[in-house]
């Protein structure tokens, strides 16, 4: 099995800067991809970004040129450093393990609120 505890959500002013952390434990040499989603309520669960064991990232559109997604395979770690954040950008962000096998591991989940 494979766990994911995010941190590092919280409260930040439209134009301010938060990063998330992700930290996997358990079988990690079974993780392929990881990355961020978020969901906004009355919304689906959308991609933010991802990344790959060999640090190909992929963003949504939206989040381009502002958000940075990082990767430390040693410690099993994911980070997404946010600037120029905005109102819209405010939503409960997942942290994602694509294991192999194509199964998908969520973290509980971690709270950003944009304040305009």
């Known amino acids: 099995q494979v766990q994911l505890v995010e941190s590092g959500g919280g409260l930040v002013q439209a134009g301010g800067s938060l990063r998330l952390s992700c930290a996997a434990s358990g079988r990690t040499f079974s993780i392929n991809d990881m990355g961020w989603y978020r969901q906004a309520p009355g919304k689906q669960r959308e991609l933010v970004a991802t990344?790959?064991?060999?640090?190909?990232?992929k963003y949504a559109e939206s989040v381009k040129g502002r958000f940075t997604i990082s990767r430390l395979n040693t410690r099993n770690t994911v980070d997404l450093q946010m600037n120029s954040l905005k109102v819209e950008d405010a939503a409960v962000y997942y942290c994602?393990?694509?294991?192999?096998?194509?199964?998908?591991?969520w973290g509980q989940g971690t709270q950003v609120t944009v304040s305009s």
């Open positions: 990344i790959t064991r060999d640090k190909i990232r």
């Open positions: 994602n393990a694509r294991l192999e096998g194509g199964l998908d591991k």
